[in-house]
């Protein structure tokens, strides 16, 4: 429901006012209000930004305030921007994302990063992406090293359909996608690198209310947010070559607790590395040999 303070947009505004009032809005719900305002208008109006620094006094039409107030509104109860305007940066690429797909996070090109030192440029390796959502890991991943092949692999139809056309929009066309559930699409299939960005929120946690609009199931997993990584530790293994690596994404207070997980599963050389913010983000192992695995229960 629009508030009563931005009815006034239904009546000719000039641009300049029609940015601030919609700024002064969102400053509750954004920490870059007046940059949301502009990036809100310029979908409205279908013009750049820039347009707005050269035509302030321009009016807005009914209609193109009737627009700009549904999707201020939209910002204002806290959807992500990235769904609103179907587009988020990463890696230098502009990926298609939907409400079925994560907003992909600045974070999680560290995992890029560590995947891309274990690859040589020349390198033609056979690379897994587990859980792909918008595809973001593994079209990061395919476009940097052309000649290696990567799988991706996701239980959401949804989620797989967005990867799938933003791999076709950005003509990369050295990965393919498979419906499943973790590692099942390629059992009998080995590759030299997995990588993963699993849910790694605790159900109870009350982060999820700030992130009502993604997926819940590629946010949480079980009581201690650690239901995922259980399973790729436990299954990754089997489809890993001799002196394959795993690289995780996990939250970064789940470092101690992620590392005995695999400890357990007889994962070896375990290292964790920092995000940008200095947090523990990403842990990299190296493939268990069938005598140091647990039984499966």
């Not at 947090?279 to 069938?290: G, M």
């Amino acid at each position: 429901m629009v508030r009563e303070g931005l009815v006034a947009l239904n009546e000719f505004m000039d641009i300049e006012s029609a940015l601030a009032m919609a700024a002064d809005r969102l400053q509750a719900s954004s920490d870059s209000a007046r940059l949301d305002a502009e990036l809100l208008l310029s979908r409205a109006l279908d013009v750049n930004r820039s347009y707005f620094f050269a035509h302030p006094e321009d009016t807005l039409d009914p209609d193109a305030s009737k627009r700009f107030l549904s999707l201020v509104a939209r910002r204002e109860s806290g959807e992500p921007m990235s769904y609103i305007t179907g587009e988020r940066e990463f890696w230098s690429m502009n990926l298609m994302v939907s409400p079925a797909t994560l907003v992909p996070r600045p974070e999680t090109e560290i995992l890029v990063e560590r995947a891309l030192m274990l690859i040589g440029r020349s390198a033609m390796l056979r690379i897994l992406d587990l859980g792909t959502g918008s595809g973001a890991i593994a079209l990061a991943i395919a476009r940097e090293r052309p000649l290696c092949e990567i799988v991706a692999t996701d239980l959401s139809a949804g989620a797989l359909a967005i990867a799938r056309q933003n791999a076709r929009q950005l003509d990369i066309a050295n990965v393919s996608f498979a419906f499943g559930d973790w590692v099942d699409p390629v059992k009998g299939q080995q590759f030299d690198l997995i990588v993963s960005n699993p849910p790694y929120i605790a159900d109870t946690d009350a982060a999820l209310t700030q992130l009502r609009h993604e997926p819940r199931s590629a946010l949480s997993a079980g009581d201690d947010g650690l239901d995922a990584i259980r399973r790729i530790a436990a299954t990754a293994g089997d489809v890993l070559a001799v002196s394959g690596r795993l690289l995780l994404e996990h939250g970064s207070t789940q470092r101690d607790a992620v590392a005995a997980l695999l400890q357990k599963n007889g994962w070896s050389q375990i290292e964790c590395f920092n995000d940008y913010a200095g947090l523990p983000r990403v842990t990299s192992a190296t493939r268990p040999n069938s005598a140091s695995r647990m039984p499966r229960g």
